[in-house]
């Protein structure tokens, strides 16, 4: 809503706020430009003293809360998890109950690094029984779902994940990045970008190009070391090889066209996944990625750009 119209204006209180997450930054930047208000919380206890302030000014509030791992997931015990899930359902109900609305977007079925289950659960279905929009990206969301909480269809919206047009720099030609990135012009090159965590199957990459017996391969892993892992154990994992070109830390915004320029290929083994945002991200830059059949990905199987293949280590690798 416009604040040029007389209307309140809107504020959408985010929780949680990953500054470098470029889907977060593509959904806000577009609510901000139609008018709105984006107001990041950094604990979700800061709930009620945001939404006061909103209501002093005159506006309304929105809570949009995305994934739940921080509030599930933080705690070292099981007993501090549930504490932390009640404390947070708690606030939720409160907000609600002052005239607040939620707006909750499905990101994962579970955290990807899942050490409390039950309070997972637990908060899982007090969203989805409160919130007022349930937002989802992927089509098979509500029957991965449904073991653990009924999403109402009357209640969920099915939004495209956003592509990344414009958000990054697209100049330089696959010269230039081969030359940067030290690959010959002949070069076969399979790209693995992202955070480097366990889930993704990044090993089952790397084994497959151990095996391999053509110069002319290359692989570039370009990513910091995620939850999951230790650095020591990703050094280990990635250790210097000949056809290996590697990038260690999480890559700036003005290289990214580099890593996807120079590739010939997107590689996502993940075993599991819901919403995969490299694959858009691959998507922008017009470079064809492979990823394994896991459930929720059958929807991409009419994606001529995407090859979707058998989730098993031995045809995945030979898929390469």
């Known amino acids: 809503m416009s604040p040029h119209d007389g209307a309140p204006v809107t504020t959408v209180l985010a929780y949680p706020d990953y500054p470098d997450n470029p889907w977060q930054r593509v959904v806000y930047s577009a609510f901000s430009a139609a008018g709105g208000r984006v107001l990041p919380l950094e604990r979700i206890g800061e709930l009620a003293a945001a939404a006061a302030a909103v209501r002093r000014d005159g506006g309304r509030c929105v809570l949009h809360l995305n994934w739940t791992a921080p509030i599930s997931q933080a705690s070292p015990s099981i007993a501090d998890s549930a504490r932390a899930v009640d404390e947070a359902v708690t606030a939720i109900r409160a907000f609600l109950a002052d005239g607040g609305r939620l707006v909750w977007s499905v990101h994962n079925v579970l955290p990807h690094e899942l050490h409390h289950f039950a309070p997972e659960v ?40 956003p592509r990344y047009l414009g958000e990054f720099d697209d100049t330089v030609t696959r010269a230039e990045a081969r030359e940067r990135l030290g690959l010959d012009p002949d070069d076969v090159a399979t790209l693995f970008f992202g955070l480097i965590r366990p889930y993704k199957g990044v090993e089952s990459v790397v084994d497959a190009f151990d095996r391999f017996d053509d110069p002319r391969r290359r692989l570039l892993v370009a990513g910091a070391t995620g939850p999951g892992y ?7 994992m990635l250790h210097p090889r000949p056809w290996l070109t590697r990038h260690r830390d999480r890559v700036p915004d003005d290289e990214v066209q580099l890593w996807f320029a120079a590739s010939d290929l997107v590689v996502l083994p993940y075993r599991r996944g819901l919403n995969m945002s490299v694959l858009l991200l691959a998507a922008t830059f017009g470079t064809p990625s492979i990823v394994r059949g896991i459930p929720g990905t059958e929807y991409l199987a009419d994606e001529r750009w995407i090859a979707r293949v058998d989730d098993d280590d031995a045809r995945f690798a030979a898929s390469l």
């Open 122 to 161: 637990i908060l899982c279905r007090a969203l989805a029984e409160a919130a007022h929009a349930i937002v989802i990206m992927n089509p098979a969301t509500p029957t991965l779902m449904a073991p653990l909480c009924a999403l109402d269809p009357a209640r969920t919206v099915t939004i495209d994940h």
């Open 230 to 236: 230790s650095p020591d154990e990703v050094d280990r």
